[in-house]
């Protein structure tokens, strides 16, 4: 059996200013991963601290973070403006898919 080629619609594709968007997810969770290893390395070698604090350190801040997103959700949650929910607090409008 032969294969079928598919045919290809232009507009199906993804442009390279959106495959750049997706990427930074990527990326931001890339650079975390190695300021978090530096910052453990330095505080337990130039500072002398033990390991179990700098975890403890790192455990509290993930711990405030959840905390604050959990409220700035029940925040954009509970308003309402002429703009729709969460419209206010986004920096950035994005254009909607077409």
Request: glycine share 6%; aromatic share 8%.
């Amino acid at each position: 059996m032969a294969r079928q080629k598919r045919a290809r619609n232009p507009d199906s594709r993804v442009g390279i200013v959106k495959t750049t968007l997706w990427q930074t997810s990527s990326v931001s969770v890339a650079i975390n991963t190695l300021l978090i290893g530096y910052f453990t390395i330095y505080c337990t070698d130039t500072l002398v601290l033990n390991v179990a604090i700098v975890g403890t350190i790192f455990m509290v801040r993930k711990l405030v973070d959840a905390v604050t997103d959990l409220l700035a959700g029940i925040l954009i949650d509970r308003t309402q403006t002429r703009w729709r929910k969460g419209r206010p607090y986004e920096i950035f409008k994005r254009q909607a898919a077409r």
